[in-house]
């Protein structure tokens, strides 16, 4: 299966229904990462570009097409461009429990540096 993969600074018409309304999708410092396998919408990567600081605001790939390496893809290409917008570090949140967005990023060279914990009152 082939992977193609593109960091732009608008969100693609095939992407538009990913985000729901409260997600930025119209900042200036926004770049949209997206991934197709053999032309079928993929994955969706967007990051915050605030040099030095690069966040990662949303992060997903298709269940179906999962273990293909598409998230690393995504990854990878939004961190180029990072570092092409003079960016030196990024973070990204990663929910409890999802061992495997863990893993992808841990793989990449990220490292658990917070443990943030709530509780209902």
Request: aromatic fraction near 6%; proline fraction near 5%.
């Amino acid at each position: 299966m082939r992977i193609d993969v593109a960091a732009l600074t608008q969100l693609p018409d095939d992407f538009a229904g990913w985000l729901s309304d409260g997600e930025s999708v119209s900042q200036e410092n926004t770049i949209f990462t997206v991934a197709h396998c053999d032309q079928i919408p993929a994955g969706l990567l967007t990051m915050d570009l605030e040099p030095p600081r690069a966040t990662v605001t949303f992060h997903f790939v298709q269940p179906e097409l999962r273990d293909l390496g598409v998230g690393e893809a995504l990854l990878e290409a939004a961190l180029l461009r990072a570092k092409q917008a003079g960016c030196t570090s990024c973070t990204a949140w990663v929910p409890t429990g999802d061992r495997i967005a863990k893993l992808t990023y841990e793989a990449l060279g990220f490292r658990s540096d917070l443990i943030r914990v709530t509780r209902t009152l």
